[in-house]
């Protein structure tokens, strides 16, 4: 079966930093984008980043440019985001998530109801 199964998040004081990790499986990785979107209570969900796995072109979005970066281990189908200098704002539940690559990776970032496969939400907490 399909699976995106992340690990990483929890509590963290702001300035802090986090590494997410989602490790997929039961689909063509290659063919996908991989990241992460989050939605924090009482806001739209919203791209944080993905890389495009078959050449590597990533999105970032604009609240988390400079502070976060994405990666890929392909031998192991696995997504890493880091996170540092975080900010309360920071604070959301964090779903992993596996788009086919038909559209352009700025276009995906921008568009949730596009994700073909979601994986478990965790929730990130930021700490002031």
């Known amino acids: 079966e399909v699976q995106l199964q992340a690990s990483g998040g929890g509590l963290v004081q702001a300035g802090g930093s986090l590494r997410l990790s989602c490790a997929a499986s039961g689909f063509a990785f290659d063919d996908y984008d991989i990241g992460w979107f989050r939605q924090a209570p009482g806001k739209e969900r919203e791209g944080v980043s993905l890389i495009r796995i078959r050449d590597g072109e990533t999105y970032y979005g604009d609240s988390v440019k400079g502070r976060a970066t994405i990666s890929v281990d392909k031998d192991k189908n696995t997504v890493f985001l880091q996170m540092n200098s975080l900010k309360p704002e920071d604070t959301a539940v964090y779903y992993c998530?596996?788009?086919?690559?038909?559209?352009?990776?700025?276009?995906?970032?921008?568009?949730?109801?596009?994700?073909?496969?979601w994986g478990q939400g965790t929730l990130v907490t930021v700490s002031s």
């Open positions: 998530a596996a788009d086919k690559s038909e559209y352009s990776i700025q276009y995906t970032g921008r568009s949730y109801w596009l994700v073909d496969f």
